[in-house]
């Protein structure tokens, strides 16, 4: 049995509707995580790194994982993807989006590519002190899958201090902000673009974002499993 079989799905799908974010914790173990990291300068591993003060994203950087991805990461992106489906093609019924994604992840993939969305979208984020990740969504292309995953692979008040994950939410009702604490190896499934909210007149669609607050010392790494490719 994987530790993805072990998971409470049905809380981490009532935690995504209530709140648009889910933590599966432990998802990694210290030494996946630690391999992972360690691999951070092998350049072989990635098709491009992004400093993100360049680009006005904030301050530290981050790579994009080559084809083909490091096994664990493909099979991690194999997995997660037919359990998230049925949420996704639930939200989108809702909000009256007129896109079903399919069960396999591989056929969603083959959409992508057929719409020229090639390029894997996996990634791992450095950050060092004073680094932050400005607020933003990961929308690569027309075929977007409205959820991802973030894998903190360091430890918190170990290899560094600050570096929390945000997310904001805005719609027709208000702002909301939340500051969402992880620890090594915690996985965070959260929403990409958009979710529905219930309203007195039937579902609403509700815009979220996501950052990371400014790191005090240290060093930071997190993996980034997005499931659609990118132009």
């Not at 935690?15 to 992972?36: I, S």
């Not at 997995?79 to 639930?90: E, G, H, K, S, V």
């Not at 019924?93 to 079903?100: H, K, L, P």
């Not at 560094?160 to 805005?170: C, D, H, I, N």
């Amino acid at each position: 049995m994987s530790k993805l079989d072990t998971l409470d799905w049905t809380r981490i799908a009532a935690d995504l509707d209530a709140r648009g974010h889910a933590v599966a914790a432990g998802l990694l173990t210290p030494a996946q995580c630690q391999a992972l990291a360690a691999g951070y300068d092998d350049e072989h591993r990635y098709r491009s790194r992004i400093v993100m003060s360049r680009h006005g994203f904030g301050r530290g950087e981050y790579k994009y994982f080559a084809y083909p991805l490091p096994r664990l990461l493909h099979n991690l992106r194999t997995a997660l993807y037919p359990r998230l489906a049925p949420i996704a093609n639930r939200w989108n019924r809702q909000m009256g989006i007129a896109v079903e994604y399919p069960d396999a992840h591989a056929d969603f993939l083959a959409r992508c590519h057929q719409a020229g969305q090639r390029r894997p979208t996996p990634l791992i984020l450095r950050y060092g002190p004073g680094d932050y990740n400005c607020l933003h969504q990961d929308l690569y292309g027309e075929h977007v899958f409205p959820l991802q995953v973030a894998v903190l692979l360091s430890r918190p008040d170990q290899d560094f201090s600050g570096g929390e994950f945000v997310m904001t939410e805005t719609d027709s009702a208000g702002q909301r902000a939340e500051v969402l604490p992880l620890r090594q190896g915690d996985a965070l499934v959260f929403t990409v673009n958009q979710r529905p909210v219930a309203g007195a007149r039937g579902w609403r669609r509700v815009a979220m974002r996501h950052g990371v607050s400014a790191l005090r010392d240290g060093q930071r790494h997190t993996l980034g499993v997005i499931f659609h490719d990118a132009t």
